[in-house]
C-alpha cells in the first residue's frame, strides 16, 4: 500500500485529488495539508511514501516546502503539481529535489504513472515538459532569464504577473509588503525590467505565462 499525503490549499483540489486517488487500491491517503508549513510538519510526525504538492500556496511555498520536508525525510517521494508548464518552473522543480512534476490538468492515468513510478525509484516528469527541457538546452540562441531568479522570487512573480496587489502577496505569504517589494525590485534588477507591466510582457513573451493566466 503506498500512503500519501496530499498538499493543496485548495480544499476543492485536494477532494478531487483524492477521488481520483481512491480509485486505485494500491493507494492510501493518510492526511492532507494546506499549507507548506502544514506539510512540513505533517511528515516529520508521519512518514508518507508520496506527497504530492501544489506550487503555489500561501506562506511556505511547495519548493520550499519539498526542501524541507527532504532534509529530514529523504525517502519520501515528492511529486509537484503545478499550473505552468514552462520552464524554468520544471527545472526549479526538479532541482528542489522532487522526484516528479506533472501539471494539474494531467489525466488520472497520468498521475498513477507517476506515483507508481518514483515508488520504484525513478524520476518521472510527463514526456512533453522533459521535451521542452531538452530542446531548450539545445537551443543556445535564447537565454530564460528567469532562471536566475530565486524561488521566492518566482513565487513573488507569478503572483505579480496575475494582477495580485503588493500587500495582497505580503498577506499570502506571510511577510511584509516592504519585504515583498524588496524582492521585487531585486527581481526587476535581475530581469533588466522596470515594472509590473513589463514583468508581464516578458513572462508571457518567455511563454512562461499564457494570456489567460495574465
Known amino acids: 500500500m503506498i500512503k500519501i499525503l496530499l498538499v493543496d490549499d485548495h480544499d476543492l483540489v485536494r477532494t478531487g ?29 508521519q512518514e508518507p511514501d508520496v506527497v504530492l504538492m501544489d506550487m503555489n500556496m500561501p506562506g511556505m511555498g511547495g519548493l520550499e516546502a519539498t526542501k524541507k520536508i527532504l532534509r529530514y525525510s529523504p525517502d519520501i517521494k515528492v511529486i509537484v503539481l503545478s499550473m505552468y508548464k514552462e520552464n524554468p518552473i520544471p527545472t526549479k522543480v526538479m532541482q528542489s529535489g522532487a522526484w ?10 497520468e498521475m498513477n504513472r507517476a506515483i507508481f513510478q518514483v515508488c520504484a525509484g525513478q524520476k518521472y516528469i510527463a514526456p512533453e515538459i ?18 536566475q531568479l530565486s524561488d521566492r522570487e518566482l513565487q513573488i512573480m507569478i503572483m505579480l ?10 498577506t499570502k505569504l506571510s511577510i511584509t509588503p516592504k519585504t515583498v517589494n524588496t524582492y521585487r525590485y531585486r527581481m526587476f534588477e ?15 513573451r518567455h511563454k512562461l505565462i ?4 495574465s
Open 17 to 45: 485529488i483524492r477521488l481520483i486517488l481512491k480509485a486505485e487500491t494500491s493507494f492510501k491517503v493518510i492526511g492532507e495539508a494546506n499549507s507548506g508549513e502544514e506539510a512540513v510538519k505533517f511528515c516529520r510526525n
Open 100 to 109: 516528479g512534476f506533472i501539471t494539474k490538468d494531467a489525466e488520472s492515468e
Open 130 to 147: 522533459a521535451q521542452q527541457i531538452a530542446l531548450g538546452r539545445l537551443d543556445s540562441n535564447e537565454s530564460d532569464p528567469f532562471k
Open 161 to 170: 504577473t496575475k494582477g495580485i496587489k503588493v500587500p495582497d502577496i505580503a
Open 190 to 204: 535581475k530581469l533588466g525590467v522596470t515594472g509590473d507591466v513589463e514583468l508581464t510582457h516578458l513572462a508571457l
Open 210 to 213: 499564457s494570456h489567460e493566466q
